[in-house]
């Protein structure tokens, strides 16, 4: 879809446009429900309180758990990652990080370990394998473990390309060994189903803004059953106002100072557009997207498509004779929004073998249709004619 005269696909930093509903809902929160929820007992604060629980319950709903109280809203997936991270983790504890790791879970992890609090290992997730690659990373995790290993941290489906983890299989994998599993689901949430309960998964982080179709300054944890952390940010929360001590209860415990209403409840919207349109039909969508860049760029003499067996909302890929940043900044030239460069994942692009070059990274959203991908085609086959 052409919006503002753009053709965007850059929807893995941040989904967009957005859904009308969730502007309109944004704006809504700020004109009709303006206070502070959970801070009074007057109308306003008690009609935000009703807005955020709703999404609480939508959230729940849509990541498969029993209780709203297991949902805590974050800025991103960032804060949420480092909620649980530094949350989790206790001096000389051992952690197992993929290969493909986001600098959200990577920069964490190293500041860590580089203090002397933790050490760390990084796991395969072998994405050339055709043949038995879910054993193959089981095999590789097990042999990593050690006796002080507390958690194993993947993501679902990588930001540099549609590479995803086989997360049913790991958590099976840390439940045996009791080691707790952190998922990113950055790149997954609302593109794929995620049932946290039934998937064994101990925490799952995800923003409100890419997938879910929420606006910026929205994310969540969702924690598994039984999971408690030791508080990343203490604060006032109108609960338990008379105590120094944080209270020993979800969500309130991890939720520190005012709620941003307005994304939570843009968020809330967001989360029922997904739902009505379903995330297979979005999952699908997105794989015809991604099946039709493969073939037209594919076409262009010097295009290079980094793993294209890995069908999803991600497309990487390289020019002959141009570097990532000046495809990138041809293709804005031509009205053309797609991310080039390293996408804060060091770990992701020297395991595909980019770190020297990076790549352009072509994101689909719901809001993409076909002639998006003609115009990118036609602009990158422009651009390979000028060389
Ligand atoms: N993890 C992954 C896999 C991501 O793609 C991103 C966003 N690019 C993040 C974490 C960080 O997300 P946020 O910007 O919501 O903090």
């Not at 390309?161 to 009791?178: D, F, H, N, Q, T």
């Not at 390289?318 to 991310?339: K, T, W, Y």
């Amino acid at each position: 879809m052409e919006y503002g005269g753009l053709i965007y696909l850059d929807n893995a930093a941040t989904t967009y446009p957005k859904p009308p509903e969730v502007y309109g809902e944004t704006v809504k929160a700020m004109l009709n429900y303006g206070g502070n929820p959970g801070r009074g007992a007057h109308s306003l604060s008690l009609a935000a309180a009703k807005k955020i629980y709703e999404c609480r319950e939508s959230a729940a709903a849509l990541f498969g758990i029993s209780d709203p109280e297991r949902v805590i809203f974050t800025l991103n997936t960032t804060y949420g990652l480092n909620t649980v991270i530094k949350g989790m983790l206790k001096s000389g504890d051992h952690v197992l990080i993929s290969d493909m790791e986001h600098n959200a879970v990577y920069r964490p992890i190293y500041k860590m370990a580089d203090q002397g609090q933790i050490t760390y290992d990084i796991f395969h997730s072998y994405p050339h394998e055709t043949k038995d690659r879910t054993k193959r990373i089981c095999s590789d995790i097990v042999q990593k473990l050690r006796r002080n290993t507390r958690l194993v941290i993947c993501n679902h489906t990588s930001n540099i390309c549609s590479l995803k983890m086989p997360i049913k299989e790991i958590a099976e994998l840390c439940k045996r060994s009791g080691v707790r599993l952190l998922v990113d689901g950055a790149q997954s949430a609302g593109h794929e189903k995620i049932r946290v309960d039934e998937m064994g998964i101990d925490a799952l982080c995800v923003p409100g803004h890419k997938g879910l179709y929420g606006i910026q300054g929205s994310g969540m944890v969702i924690l598994g059953r039984g999971i408690k952390l030791s508080t990343l940010v203490e604060g006032g929360n109108g609960v338990n106002s008379l105590e120094g001590k944080m209270p020993d209860f979800t969500p309130e415990r991890y939720e520190a100072g005012t709620l941003p209403t307005p994304a939570v409840s843009g968020l809330c919207e967001g989360i029922k557009f997904v739902k009505a349109v379903g995330e297979e039909r979005i999952a699908e969508r997105e794989k015809e997207l991604f099946r039709q860049t493969r073939e037209r760029l594919g076409n262009i003499e010097g295009v290079k498509i980094y793993l294209p067996q890995h069908e999803g909302s991600v497309l990487l890929f390289n020019v002959e004779g141009f570097s990532a940043e000046e495809i990138g900044e041809r293709l804005n030239r031509e009205g053309i929004c797609v991310r080039s460069g390293h996408h804060c994942s060091a770990l992701g692009h020297r395991t595909l073998g980019t770190a020297d070059s990076g790549g352009v990274r072509v994101s689909f959203g719901v809001f993409n249709n076909n002639e998006d991908i003609e115009e990118l085609a036609a602009a990158v086959n422009k651009t390979v004619k000028e060389r």
